[in-house]
């Protein structure tokens, strides 16, 4: 694609900033959001951020196209770092689905200043991994405002910079098996709700059980019991937004035991789940 394209582009400026708190300020660096969203193929425009961020593509492929950066092809499991003022064009050809966090502060300036982060290497290959451990962490902290919660949130962005900064992949097997990997995945993101054994799991992809979850592990950052529980407590999130009962929320999503479902969703949220349903709806 010739480059020359962008100076024909529109630019849009994101305008969605979060106040930080006090505190926030104070410690210089901040997680503004967390998310995650499915993308379809759109007209192409530049797109200034405003912020730090960093957006894996977890299924799907596509174009990042820039000046500074010039034209790129994005794939499954690539990480694409976006910085200020950086006008960026990126779009799947057809479809992904992506998950992102997004920072600032004055430290984060100084961490690109040092080197941490660079702009010439804003396309990150083989650390799916670290970024989904960052960002599951970062959900199960991002509503909280406590002092240690503030805290904890830099201190796990500072490491995911550090681990991108000193070259922390995953290990050659793990792409090896990435399509098994993938399937078990797109099947657990289905059958989350249902009873599910491990061990037919990987039988059904002919690998054997220990080996299936040091590979899910190290290709999604998590376990794969953890993976479907937070399969779990995403879709109870949504459930409870849409207003079903704990109850309701706990059967539909798996869950015969309604203590059970309140202790993990705390768990994972800090929050019980009527005290979360109430906060998102405004009771």
């Not at 100076?7 to 305008?15: N, S």
């Not at 200034?48 to 499991?77: F, M, P, R, T, W």
């Not at 991108?164 to 097997?173: I, P």
Request: charged letters at 25%; aromatic letters at 14%.
């Amino acid at each position: 694609m010739d480059i020359s394209i962008t100076k024909r582009l529109p630019i849009y400026r994101e305008e969605r900033f979060r106040t930080p708190g006090e505190l926030e300020y104070q410690f210089g660096l901040w997680v503004d959001r967390v998310g995650e969203q499915t993308r379809c193929r759109q007209v192409p425009y530049l797109r200034k951020l405003g912020q730090y961020a960093a957006v894996l593509i977890e299924k799907g492929n596509g174009k990042l196209l820039s000046d500074s950066y010039g034209d790129h092809e994005i794939k499954s499991g690539d990480i694409i770092i976006l910085f200020p003022e950086e006008p960026v064009a990126y779009n799947p050809y057809q479809s992904w689905s992506e998950k992102w966090f997004v920072w600032n502060g004055p430290e984060a300036k100084a961490l690109e200043n040092a080197g941490f982060v660079k702009k010439s290497h804003f396309i990150i290959k083989g650390k799916r991994a670290v970024f989904l451990e960052t960002f599951n962490l970062l959900c199960s902290l991002i509503d909280l405002q406590d002092k240690a919660a503030i805290l904890e949130r830099k201190i796990i962005l500072t490491k995911f910079i550090l681990g991108l900064y000193k070259g922390e992949a995953g290990t050659c097997e793990e792409y090896e098996y990435s399509e098994y990997i993938e399937a078990a995945m797109d099947f657990l993101a289905i059958n989350y709700s249902k009873e599910l054994s491990i061990d037919a799991l990987a039988s059904k992809y002919n690998i054997s059980t220990s080996h299936f979850r040091m590979l899910f592990r190290e290709y999604t950052g998590t376990s794969p019991r953890k993976f479907i529980t937070n399969l779990r407590i995403s879709a109870a999130k949504k459930l409870l937004v849409q207003g079903l009962t704990v109850k309701q929320t706990a059967h539909r999503t798996g869950y015969d035991d309604i203590f059970y479902f309140i202790r993990v969703f705390k768990a994972l949220t800090g929050r019980s789940p009527g005290s979360w349903q109430k906060s998102h709806l405004g009771f």
